[in-house]
Protein backbone atom coordinates (compact mmCIF):
# COMPACT_ATOMS: atom_id res chain seq x y z
CA UNK A 1 0.00 0.00 0.00
CA UNK A 2 1.34 3.58 -0.42
CA UNK A 3 1.45 5.94 1.57
CA UNK A 4 0.45 9.74 0.65
CA UNK A 5 4.07 11.25 0.89
CA UNK A 6 4.73 12.33 4.19
CA UNK A 7 3.71 16.41 3.81
CA UNK A 8 6.14 18.48 5.49
CA UNK A 9 9.17 15.97 6.30
CA UNK A 10 11.70 18.94 5.50
CA UNK A 11 13.40 20.95 8.11
CA UNK A 12 10.80 23.21 9.44
CA UNK A 13 10.16 26.60 6.92
CA UNK A 14 12.84 25.07 4.07
CA UNK A 15 10.87 26.87 1.57
CA UNK A 16 12.78 30.07 0.34
CA UNK A 17 10.89 32.30 1.28
CA UNK A 18 11.44 31.24 4.75
CA UNK A 19 14.90 30.96 5.34
CA UNK A 20 16.33 34.11 3.21
CA UNK A 21 16.35 36.75 5.36
CA UNK A 22 17.05 39.69 2.87
CA UNK A 23 13.90 38.46 1.21
CA UNK A 24 11.72 38.58 4.35
CA UNK A 25 10.57 41.38 5.96
CA UNK A 26 9.03 39.08 8.99
CA UNK A 27 12.86 37.93 9.52
CA UNK A 28 14.46 41.22 9.55
CA UNK A 29 11.92 42.52 11.93
CA UNK A 30 12.49 39.46 14.18
CA UNK A 31 16.48 41.07 14.52
CA UNK A 32 15.37 44.29 15.71
CA UNK A 33 14.34 45.07 19.17
CA UNK A 34 11.17 46.57 20.00
CA UNK A 35 10.15 48.26 23.25
CA UNK A 36 8.35 46.86 25.84
CA UNK A 37 7.35 46.55 29.54
CA UNK A 38 6.94 43.51 31.57
CA UNK A 39 3.74 43.97 33.76
CA UNK A 40 4.39 41.32 36.00
CA UNK A 41 8.37 39.67 36.64
CA UNK A 42 9.58 39.16 40.38
CA UNK A 43 12.75 40.38 39.88
CA UNK A 44 13.50 40.08 43.97
CA UNK A 45 14.18 37.20 42.41
CA UNK A 46 16.75 37.38 39.45
CA UNK A 47 20.03 38.78 39.57
CA UNK A 48 21.48 42.01 38.50
CA UNK A 49 23.03 40.28 34.99
CA UNK A 50 18.95 39.80 34.14
CA UNK A 51 17.88 43.67 34.34
CA UNK A 52 20.79 43.93 32.10
CA UNK A 53 19.94 41.11 29.79
CA UNK A 54 16.40 42.94 29.58
CA UNK A 55 17.54 46.35 28.98
CA UNK A 56 19.54 44.65 25.79
CA UNK A 57 16.34 42.71 24.75
CA UNK A 58 14.23 46.07 24.20
CA UNK A 59 12.54 45.85 28.06
CA UNK A 60 12.20 49.98 29.24
CA UNK A 61 10.21 49.20 32.25
CA UNK A 62 8.58 46.57 34.52
CA UNK A 63 6.02 46.10 37.45
CA UNK A 64 6.79 43.63 39.77
CA UNK A 65 3.96 42.36 42.14
CA UNK A 66 4.49 41.84 45.68
CA UNK A 67 4.09 37.48 45.95
CA UNK A 68 5.24 34.26 47.65
CA UNK A 69 8.84 33.82 47.98
CA UNK A 70 9.07 30.24 48.23
CA UNK A 71 8.29 29.85 51.99
CA UNK A 72 5.91 31.12 54.08
CA UNK A 73 7.65 34.04 56.41
CA UNK A 74 7.13 34.05 59.80
CA UNK A 75 6.41 38.06 60.88
CA UNK A 76 4.74 40.96 60.10
CA UNK A 77 8.62 42.41 59.83
CA UNK A 78 9.72 39.87 57.11
CA UNK A 79 6.85 41.65 55.20
CA UNK A 80 8.04 45.10 55.65
CA UNK A 81 11.26 44.45 54.98
CA UNK A 82 10.03 43.02 51.55
CA UNK A 83 8.16 46.30 50.60
CA UNK A 84 11.08 48.00 51.77
CA UNK A 85 13.14 45.92 49.11
CA UNK A 86 10.43 46.31 46.36
CA UNK A 87 10.42 50.27 46.97
CA UNK A 88 13.91 50.93 47.41
CA UNK A 89 16.43 48.47 45.91
CA UNK A 90 15.00 47.03 43.16
CA UNK A 91 14.22 50.46 41.81
CA UNK A 92 18.10 51.37 42.28
CA UNK A 93 19.29 48.19 40.29
CA UNK A 94 17.20 48.79 37.70
CA UNK A 95 18.02 52.26 37.20
CA UNK A 96 20.99 51.10 36.78
CA UNK A 97 20.50 49.82 33.19
CA UNK A 98 17.99 52.99 32.38
CA UNK A 99 14.56 50.24 33.49
CA UNK A 100 11.71 52.12 35.28
CA UNK A 101 10.95 49.89 38.21
CA UNK A 102 7.40 49.56 39.70
CA UNK A 103 5.70 47.40 42.55
CA UNK A 104 2.24 46.30 43.82
CA UNK A 105 1.98 45.84 47.30
CA UNK A 106 0.33 43.14 49.11
CA UNK A 107 0.50 39.94 51.14
CA UNK A 108 -0.40 37.22 48.72
CA UNK A 109 -3.10 33.93 48.11
CA UNK A 110 -0.44 31.56 49.23
CA UNK A 111 0.39 33.27 52.59
CA UNK A 112 -3.02 34.69 53.20
CA UNK A 113 -3.91 31.51 54.40
CA UNK A 114 -3.10 32.61 57.59
CA UNK A 115 -5.68 35.53 58.12
CA UNK A 116 -4.11 36.76 61.48
CA UNK A 117 -1.13 37.44 60.09
CA UNK A 118 -2.36 38.64 56.86
CA UNK A 119 -4.46 41.22 58.95
CA UNK A 120 -1.15 42.72 60.11
CA UNK A 121 1.00 43.15 56.81
CA UNK A 122 -2.92 44.77 55.08
CA UNK A 123 -2.50 47.27 58.41
CA UNK A 124 1.22 48.24 57.14
CA UNK A 125 0.57 48.30 53.83
CA UNK A 126 -0.64 52.38 53.77
CA UNK A 127 3.02 53.39 54.64
CA UNK A 128 3.76 52.54 50.92
CA UNK A 129 1.29 53.26 49.07
CA UNK A 130 2.93 56.72 48.16
CA UNK A 131 6.17 55.92 47.41
CA UNK A 132 7.03 56.94 43.80
CA UNK A 133 7.04 53.73 42.05
CA UNK A 134 3.96 51.91 44.11
CA UNK A 135 1.08 50.98 41.79
CA UNK A 136 -1.46 49.81 43.47
CA UNK A 137 -2.33 46.48 45.39
CA UNK A 138 -1.09 42.79 44.12
CA UNK A 139 -0.95 40.31 43.15
CA UNK A 140 -3.50 39.61 45.61
CA UNK A 141 -5.93 36.09 44.55
CA UNK A 142 -6.28 32.68 45.06
CA UNK A 143 -3.94 29.90 45.41
CA UNK A 144 -6.07 26.50 46.86
CA UNK A 145 -9.67 28.39 46.54
CA UNK A 146 -10.54 28.06 50.32
CA UNK A 147 -12.18 30.30 52.73
CA UNK A 148 -9.70 31.76 54.29
CA UNK A 149 -7.87 33.11 51.53
CA UNK A 150 -11.02 34.61 49.60
CA UNK A 151 -11.51 36.23 53.37
CA UNK A 152 -8.23 38.28 52.58
CA UNK A 153 -9.24 38.90 49.22
CA UNK A 154 -11.79 40.83 50.30
CA UNK A 155 -10.23 42.51 52.84
CA UNK A 156 -7.52 44.30 50.09
CA UNK A 157 -10.71 45.06 47.62
CA UNK A 158 -11.44 47.08 50.64
CA UNK A 159 -7.90 48.89 51.29
CA UNK A 160 -7.63 49.58 47.32
CA UNK A 161 -11.00 51.17 47.58
CA UNK A 162 -10.43 52.92 50.39
CA UNK A 163 -6.97 54.61 49.08
CA UNK A 164 -8.24 54.15 45.34
CA UNK A 165 -5.80 51.52 44.07
CA UNK A 166 -5.76 50.01 41.03
CA UNK A 167 -5.64 45.70 41.58
CA UNK A 168 -3.41 43.60 39.99
CA UNK A 169 -4.86 39.68 40.69
CA UNK A 170 -3.16 36.45 40.79
CA UNK A 171 -5.32 33.31 39.80
CA UNK A 172 -4.84 29.86 40.71
CA UNK A 173 -2.30 27.07 39.02
CA UNK A 174 -3.33 24.04 36.92
CA UNK A 175 -6.68 22.35 38.11
CA UNK A 176 -7.48 25.13 40.80
CA UNK A 177 -7.44 27.87 37.70
CA UNK A 178 -11.04 27.83 36.28
CA UNK A 179 -12.83 27.32 39.57
CA UNK A 180 -10.44 30.17 41.30
CA UNK A 181 -10.92 32.47 38.67
CA UNK A 182 -14.97 32.22 38.67
CA UNK A 183 -14.27 33.15 42.33
CA UNK A 184 -12.19 36.29 41.79
CA UNK A 185 -14.96 37.42 39.16
CA UNK A 186 -17.53 37.05 41.56
CA UNK A 187 -16.10 38.71 44.57
CA UNK A 188 -14.86 41.69 42.30
CA UNK A 189 -18.38 41.52 39.82
CA UNK A 190 -20.21 42.06 43.31
CA UNK A 191 -18.26 45.00 44.49
CA UNK A 192 -19.99 48.34 42.93
CA UNK A 193 -17.49 50.06 44.30
CA UNK A 194 -15.11 48.87 41.79
CA UNK A 195 -13.71 49.98 38.63
CA UNK A 196 -13.37 47.32 36.36
CA UNK A 197 -10.68 48.94 33.46
CA UNK A 198 -8.66 49.19 36.58
CA UNK A 199 -8.34 46.05 37.77
CA UNK A 200 -5.86 43.36 35.74
CA UNK A 201 -6.59 39.53 36.10
CA UNK A 202 -3.33 37.54 35.68
CA UNK A 203 -2.06 34.31 34.53
CA UNK A 204 -5.62 33.86 32.30
CA UNK A 205 -5.90 30.86 30.04
CA UNK A 206 -7.95 29.47 26.90
CA UNK A 207 -10.45 28.51 29.73
CA UNK A 208 -10.46 32.18 31.52
CA UNK A 209 -9.42 34.19 29.10
CA UNK A 210 -13.26 35.21 27.82
CA UNK A 211 -14.78 35.28 31.46
CA UNK A 212 -12.47 38.30 32.36
CA UNK A 213 -12.76 40.12 29.54
CA UNK A 214 -16.14 40.08 29.16
CA UNK A 215 -16.71 41.09 32.56
CA UNK A 216 -14.63 44.48 31.62
CA UNK A 217 -10.99 43.51 33.16
CA UNK A 218 -7.63 43.54 32.16
CA UNK A 219 -6.45 40.13 31.20
CA UNK A 220 -2.71 39.27 31.62
CA UNK A 221 -1.64 36.34 29.72
CA UNK A 222 1.67 34.61 31.75
CA UNK A 223 4.41 32.62 29.76
CA UNK A 224 5.39 30.20 31.86
CA UNK A 225 7.36 26.82 30.63
CA UNK A 226 5.24 24.25 31.91
CA UNK A 227 2.12 25.54 34.23
CA UNK A 228 0.88 28.41 32.39
CA UNK A 229 0.68 29.97 28.46
CA UNK A 230 3.23 29.38 25.32
CA UNK A 231 4.11 32.34 23.28
CA UNK A 232 2.27 30.29 20.86
CA UNK A 233 -0.81 29.77 22.90
CA UNK A 234 -0.42 33.32 23.80
CA UNK A 235 -0.72 34.23 20.16
CA UNK A 236 -3.76 32.35 19.92
CA UNK A 237 -5.25 34.15 22.36
CA UNK A 238 -4.67 37.41 20.58
CA UNK A 239 -6.21 35.90 17.53
CA UNK A 240 -8.84 34.57 18.56
CA UNK A 241 -10.10 37.57 21.36
CA UNK A 242 -8.11 40.78 19.51
CA UNK A 243 -5.58 42.66 21.33
CA UNK A 244 -7.61 45.19 23.45
CA UNK A 245 -6.98 45.31 27.44
CA UNK A 246 -4.72 42.05 27.11
CA UNK A 247 -1.10 41.88 28.26
CA UNK A 248 2.09 39.62 28.40
CA UNK A 249 4.26 38.88 31.35
CA UNK A 250 6.83 36.29 32.21
CA UNK A 251 6.03 36.50 35.79
CA UNK A 252 10.47 35.96 36.13
CA UNK A 253 10.36 34.58 39.83
CA UNK A 254 12.72 32.27 41.65
CA UNK A 255 10.94 28.86 40.00
CA UNK A 256 11.55 27.49 36.46
CA UNK A 257 10.59 30.05 34.38
CA UNK A 258 12.03 33.02 31.72
CA UNK A 259 12.32 36.48 32.37
CA UNK A 260 12.98 37.08 28.44
CA UNK A 261 9.78 35.46 27.49
CA UNK A 262 8.37 38.59 26.30
CA UNK A 263 10.65 39.09 23.56
CA UNK A 264 9.98 35.37 22.65
CA UNK A 265 6.10 36.66 22.39
CA UNK A 266 7.43 39.19 20.15
CA UNK A 267 8.81 36.70 17.78
CA UNK A 268 6.29 34.69 17.58
CA UNK A 269 3.64 37.31 16.54
CA UNK A 270 6.25 38.66 13.70
CA UNK A 271 6.82 34.80 12.66
CA UNK A 272 3.08 34.77 11.95
CA UNK A 273 2.93 38.25 9.72
CA UNK A 274 1.40 40.22 12.10
CA UNK A 275 1.59 43.73 12.09
CA UNK A 276 4.36 45.81 14.16
CA UNK A 277 1.81 48.07 15.10
CA UNK A 278 -0.59 45.20 16.87
CA UNK A 279 2.90 43.66 18.57
CA UNK A 280 3.91 47.03 19.83
CA UNK A 281 -0.05 47.67 21.28
CA UNK A 282 0.30 44.55 23.02
CA UNK A 283 3.40 44.79 24.65
CA UNK A 284 4.29 48.19 24.55
CA UNK A 285 1.07 50.65 24.27
CA UNK A 286 -1.32 48.46 26.46
CA UNK A 287 0.86 48.29 29.92
CA UNK A 288 1.14 52.03 29.26
CA UNK A 289 -2.35 52.58 29.30
CA UNK A 290 -3.41 50.39 32.16
CA UNK A 291 -0.66 51.39 34.62
CA UNK A 292 -1.67 55.21 33.49
CA UNK A 293 -4.48 55.24 35.53
CA UNK A 294 -2.49 54.92 38.63
CA UNK A 295 -1.37 58.42 40.13
CA UNK A 296 2.13 57.25 40.52
CA UNK A 297 3.34 56.22 37.49
CA UNK A 298 4.97 57.78 35.58
CA UNK A 299 6.94 57.11 32.28
CA UNK A 300 9.16 59.09 29.25
CA UNK A 301 9.81 56.83 26.58
CA UNK A 302 13.88 56.30 25.80
CA UNK A 303 15.04 58.82 23.57
CA UNK A 304 17.08 56.17 21.47
CA UNK A 305 15.48 54.77 18.53
CA UNK A 306 14.26 50.83 19.02
CA UNK A 307 17.03 49.88 15.85
CA UNK A 308 19.53 51.01 17.71
CA UNK A 309 19.33 48.81 21.10
CA UNK A 310 19.89 45.43 19.13
CA UNK B 1 -9.17 39.81 14.45
CA UNK B 2 -7.87 37.74 11.08
CA UNK B 3 -5.21 35.01 11.72
CA UNK B 4 -2.69 36.00 9.08
CA UNK B 5 -0.90 32.75 8.56
CA UNK B 6 -3.10 30.43 5.82
CA UNK B 7 -3.64 27.09 7.20
CA UNK B 8 -1.13 25.39 4.91
CA UNK B 9 1.60 27.69 5.94
CA UNK B 10 0.47 26.93 10.19
CA UNK B 11 1.01 22.97 8.95
CA UNK B 12 4.31 23.24 6.81
CA UNK B 13 5.81 25.28 9.63
CA UNK B 14 4.77 23.01 12.82
CA UNK B 15 4.71 20.02 11.52
CA UNK B 16 8.07 18.48 12.66
CA UNK B 17 6.83 19.72 16.04
CA UNK B 18 3.31 18.44 16.20
CA UNK B 19 5.00 15.37 15.31
CA UNK B 20 7.53 15.59 18.03
CA UNK B 21 4.63 16.36 20.70
CA UNK B 22 2.92 13.25 19.75
CA UNK B 23 5.64 10.88 19.84
CA UNK B 24 6.83 12.43 23.60
CA UNK B 25 3.04 11.37 24.54
CA UNK B 26 3.22 7.74 22.95
CA UNK B 27 6.68 7.31 24.41
CA UNK B 28 5.51 8.54 27.93
CA UNK B 29 2.86 6.08 28.03
CA UNK B 30 5.09 3.31 27.15
CA UNK B 31 7.26 4.16 29.90
CA UNK B 32 4.28 4.29 32.04
CA UNK B 33 3.21 0.77 30.56
CA UNK B 34 6.52 -0.30 31.36
CA UNK B 35 6.94 0.12 34.48
CA UNK B 36 5.84 -2.32 37.44
CA UNK B 37 2.36 -2.21 39.03
CA UNK B 38 -0.63 -1.00 37.32
CA UNK B 39 -2.58 2.90 37.07
CA UNK B 40 -5.12 1.45 34.95
CA UNK B 41 -7.61 2.80 38.24
CA UNK B 42 -5.82 5.95 38.72
CA UNK B 43 -8.52 8.56 37.71
CA UNK B 44 -5.76 10.91 35.76
CA UNK B 45 -5.50 8.03 33.31
CA UNK B 46 -9.59 8.66 32.68
CA UNK B 47 -8.84 12.67 32.30
CA UNK B 48 -5.87 11.81 29.39
CA UNK B 49 -8.25 9.22 27.53
CA UNK B 50 -11.34 12.22 27.73
CA UNK B 51 -8.24 14.90 26.65
CA UNK B 52 -7.19 12.03 23.48
CA UNK B 53 -10.67 12.17 22.19
CA UNK B 54 -11.30 15.98 22.66
CA UNK B 55 -7.92 15.82 20.27
CA UNK B 56 -10.07 13.89 17.68
CA UNK B 57 -12.93 16.31 17.74
CA UNK B 58 -13.25 18.76 15.18
CA UNK B 59 -14.46 21.35 17.10
CA UNK B 60 -12.31 24.55 17.17
CA UNK B 61 -11.81 25.43 21.08
CA UNK B 62 -10.04 21.96 21.57
CA UNK B 63 -6.91 23.60 23.89
CA UNK B 64 -10.03 25.09 25.90
CA UNK B 65 -12.05 22.09 26.03
CA UNK B 66 -8.72 20.26 27.32
CA UNK B 67 -8.45 23.35 30.00
CA UNK B 68 -11.83 22.42 31.59
CA UNK B 69 -11.16 18.42 31.53
CA UNK B 70 -7.77 19.03 33.63
CA UNK B 71 -10.19 21.75 35.82
CA UNK B 72 -12.01 21.55 39.36
CA UNK B 73 -16.07 22.56 38.50
CA UNK B 74 -16.98 25.64 40.03
CA UNK B 75 -19.97 26.07 42.04
CA UNK B 76 -21.92 29.21 42.10
CA UNK B 77 -23.23 28.75 45.58
CA UNK B 78 -19.73 28.97 46.51
CA UNK B 79 -19.99 32.81 48.62
CA UNK B 80 -22.73 30.88 50.87
CA UNK B 81 -20.65 27.63 51.94
CA UNK B 82 -18.03 29.69 53.00
CA UNK B 83 -20.03 32.37 54.18
CA UNK B 84 -17.67 35.47 53.12
ZN1 LIG C 1 3.53 36.61 40.24
Given amino acids: MSRPKAHGLQPV ?12 IKYRQAL ?8 HIHMVSRTTDDYETLAKMGCVGMSEPAFWAGFDRGSVDSFRDYFCQLTDFEQKRAGMYGLKHFTWMCINAKEAENVQLSREVIKIIPDFLDCPNVLGI ?5 NKNTKNEATIFLEHIDLAVEYSQQILIHTPHLEDKFQGTRM ?23 HTVRHVLDDGYWAGMTLYPVSKCTPARAVDLIEMYGPERLLVNSAGDWGPSKPTAVPDFILEMRRRGHPESLVRKIVYENPIEFFSQSSNFSFTPPNVPEAAIQ | ?7 PDVLDR ?8 LLEVAASFDRIDRGEGSVEGDPRMALYREALETLLSDQPNRAE ?18 GV
Avoid: C
Wanted: proline content about 6%; cysteine-free; aromatic content about 10%.
Fill in chain 2, 1 to 7: MPQPMPA
Fill in chain 1, 138 to 142: GEIGL
Fill in chain 1, 32 to 39: TNMYYFDP
Fill in chain 2, 14 to 21: EFLEIRAK
Fill in chain 2, 65 to 82: QIQQIFSRQYEESWRTKF
Fill in chain 1, 184 to 206: ILDMLNGDSRLERNRVLVDHVEE
Fill in chain 1, 13 to 24: GSNDHNIDPTKN
